[in-house]
């Protein structure tokens, strides 16, 4: 299997499991457990850009801040 199949295989294995589970979240909100859409965007400081390499990521999307949302800004997981 190729590296983009494997990083994408990866990806929705990690979707599925927090779709599965409450996950501790340090968002803000409220209570502290949210349900798996927090960690879809928390920053993954362990994967590379699918467009750039950069890191982090946006789990969701397997791309850095910038290439997701089009925001110099959102650079070094500051989403």
């Known amino acids: 299997m190729g590296g983009r199949r494997k990083r994408k295989a990866l990806r929705e ?3 599925e499991a927090a779709d599965d589970a409450m996950l501790e979240c340090d968002c ?3 209570g502290g457990k949210h349900t798996a859409e927090c960690a ?7 994967g ?3 467009t750039c390499g950069a890191s982090p990521i946006v789990p969701l ?3 850095c801040g910038p290439c ?6 959102t650079a070094a997981g500051n989403w």
């Open 13 to 15: 294995q990690k979707r």
């Open 28 to 30: 803000g909100e409220p």
């Open 40 to 46: 879809l965007f928390k920053p993954d400081w362990t």
């Open 48 to 50: 590379k850009c699918d």
């Open 61 to 63: 999307t397997g791309m």
């Open 68 to 73: 997701t949302f089009g925001e110099g800004e």
